[in-house]
Each structure stands twice: as structure tokens, then as C-alpha cells.
């Protein structure tokens, strides 16, 4: 099978030297990938220059990509061509448009005019004590998936913060059912340490919990091959 | 000698899933460590996780620090007990103060309620078509210095982003005079490309241009081991 994998962490540019990041390392993309190209599956992956990576092997590809723009434009034609995504990367839910000065915001008298600005600086200037970043929501791309091929095998990935496991798993359904996504991989950021990451296999039904990285890539080759 | 370098990017939470980033790859501070490490002096470096390192070496100190407060913390006690400090890190400028939605903003009657706030969720919510982030600026470390070691020769850097050489000289000297600093190296973000680092090392009579990041490391050598 032909899948396609998303690991790391997605950058915004605030200006060319500042840029708003999603910490991720890579490695849970990374043992996904390496288990399915060690069953011989055809695996593309799409990650960041940070990000860690398998070793290059012949039926491995890797592509890498900065923000969510650059992401849009690289998964359109890959959705296509593939029979599987499994999108851990983490995304930018937002992005950058106008920084400013704190003074700039009091003096003004109808906020949206931010909404429509961009700076023209390069860097932007450091003199103010406070600064005011306004951002805009980023396009969700997993809910275009099945837009773009609806045949493609979707897993999503959801990760939350210090929240109940009943929390965790209504998000999970609700992302399962707005993306229509087929598998939703479910972690709280809190679960999850150098050598455990607790994480759970939400569908409609059921919940599969695991418990580290290797087990996570595990239980989803079983899914997805052997179902 | 004893000679301490910052090397690298700092980065500022928003959340435990995000945060801003100085983008800095560490080559210089790597380079410029390389050099007076061959040349049998002391060094220590403090960098971060992402920044690329030298090779272990028996005169060779690494310290890693994230942000602007931990980079300040570990600064303190190194600089009172070193010779040389030449400060490469690119230092965040602002840190997050709080984090809400456009809604907010506008229903608010005083904007400067958002600077004492802080936000309790762990990841902030991604709801709202727009938000808005609050941001204060951080202590300048750079202008602690020599109040820490009035005896350290301090080494500043100063990044701009296509100025002319007239500003980036004015800024410098802005600089040194400002922090006490007896050198700072200038550059130009769109002077600097994989084979090339143009750069002038700025004191208060001269300007040296160098064109690498070889060259910097040697011409910042020359400048402190033969003055």
C-alpha cells in the first residue's frame, strides 16, 4: 500500500526572524513510518527541516514543508495518490497578520483595521514595552481530505492538555466525525514522557488504549493492514 | 582564556503546544567556538536543544538553555567568571503575556486588563476566526553585562533586515555605547546566504568588513587574543 505520513511541527512566520512553532519532535512520525516501510509499504513523508527522520531507504520518500500554506500546496496532489494518511504533524491553527505597539492599539478606534494589515518591516521594530500580535485561523486541512480523495484511509491525530479521559475521547468523536476521518489517535500531552506515550485508538465505538510510541505504530499497522 | 559564547535562538511559550522562536541555527556561535577551542582556550557554550553544536572536547562546556528567563538564570554566574563574552544568541525581543480571541478585545473597555492576565488552559483554544496575543518585552541581557563583570570584554551582535550600511553602523554604535560593549558585530539578514555571511565588526572608531562565517570567527579571534 502507498502511505503517506505527517510528523513534526508547523512554523508561522511573525516576521524573518521570529516565527510561532508547534513543538514536535517527529519521533512518533518517524516509528510510523519505519514499520511500515520495514512490512515493504510504499511510504511518503511529509515533516519539517527540525524534525527527526528515518534512515533514507528505496521505498521511502521524504518531503519537507515549513507552514501551513506550504503544507496545503505539498498534500493536495500526495492525498490523491495515496491509499492511507496517518496525519500526526502538528499543525498551526494559526498565523500571523499584524504586530503592533500597544500604544498603536489604544489609539485606535475600530480594531478589525488590524485584521487588514501586514507589516511592511522586515523585523519589526523592538521599542514598545508591550506588543499586540493579531493572528488568523490557519485552513484546517484534515477537514479536506476526503475532499481530495474521498477512498483515502484517515487517521488524525488529536492532542489535548491535562483533560479527563471522557474529555478526550468526545473530541476525538467530534474531530472523527467533522473530518470523516476513519481513526482518530487520541493523547493528552501530559500522558506522555521520554519512555511512555499513553495514547488511545478512538473510532465510533471503541477505544484502544496504548501506552508508548512503538505500541501506537503497532496497533495502527494492525488496524489498517489487517482490517 | 576563558571565553563564553551564546549561540542558537531562544523560545518563548505561548502554551505547552506552542511557542515563539528566534530562528538561529547556531553555526557561527559553532565556528566561533571551534576556533578558540583549537587554539587551546577555555569555552564555555550556552545554547539550545535545536542549535548545532561542536564536537565534545576536554576544553569544551555546553549549557543548554529555552528561553529568555532560563538564558538570564545560567548568564549570571558565567559571566562573573569569565574573561570574554561574545553574544551570538539570537534573544527573543517579547514574551507572551496572554492569549484570547478577537470578541474579547473588542468587548473590553480597557485593553490594559490583558496585560495582567495570564491564561489557564494549558493549550489555548482554537475556536475564534481571529485572536490576539499580548506580548511584553524581556529583560536585554546584553545591557546586564558588564554590571555582572565590569572587567569582561563583551562581544555584541546585531541582526537587521535590509537597512543600509549607514543605519546598521548608527544601530551598532547605538549599541555598544548603550551596553558598554567593546565590539559588535553587524550583519544583514539578506547579506547572508549557505557561502556567505557578510559582517562588520563596529567599534566606535571603525567598521571591518569580513565575508564569512570563517572570517568572523577568525578577524573576532585576532581582535580579542592580539589587541
Chains 1, 2 share one sequence.
Not at 140 to 165: D, E, H, T, Y
Not at 183 to 188: C, Q, R, S
Request: hydrophobic share 40%; proline share 3%; net charge negative.
Amino acid at each position: 500500500m502507498k502511505i503517506l505520513i505527517t510528523s513534526g511541527g508547523t512554523t508561522e512566520k511573525i516576521d524573518s526572524v521570529r516565527g510561532i512553532t508547534n513543538h514536535s519532535t517527529g519521533h512518533l512520525g518517524k516509528k510510523i513510518a519505519e514499520l511500515f516501510l520495514a512490512k515493504g509499504h510504499q511510504v511518503t513523508l511529509v515533516t519539517t527541516k527540525a524534525a527527526v527522520k528515518p534512515e533514507p531507504k528505496e521505498n521511502l520518500k521524504i518531503t519537507e514543508i515549513t507552514n501551513v500554506e506550504s503544507l496545503l500546496e505539498t498534500m493536495e496532489p500526495l492525498v490523491k495518490e495515496h491509499d492511507v494518511l496517518i496525519h500526526s504533524m502538528a499543525v498551526s491553527d494559526y498565523t500571523p497578520v499584524y504586530m503592533t505597539s500597544f500604544n498603536e492599539l489604544e489609539n485606535s478606534e475600530d480594531f478589525t483595521e488590524f485584521l487588514n494589515k501586514s507589516n511592511s518591516e522586515s523585523k519589526i521594530s523592538s521599542a514598545s514595552d508591550y506588543q499586540v500580535l493579531f493572528l488568523k485561523k490557519t485552513p484546517k486541512i484534515i477537514s479536506l481530505i476526503k475532499q481530495w480523495n474521498p477512498n483515502i484511509l484517515l487517521v488524525g491525530f488529536k492532542l489535548l492538555v491535562n483533560v479527563s479521559k471522557e474529555e478526550l475521547f468526545e473530541v476525538a468523536r467530534t474531530s472523527l466525525k467533522r473530518n470523516q476521518a476513519d481513526l482518530i489517535v487520541a493523547n493528552d500531552l501530559s500522558d506522555i514522557s521520554a519512555n511512555q506515550h499513553i495514547a488511545y485508538l478512538v473510532d465510533e465505538q471503541s477505544q484502544e488504549k496504548v501506552s508508548t510510541k512503538s505500541e501506537i505504530a503497532q496497533a495502527l499497522f494492525e488496524r489498517i493492514c489487517h482490517d
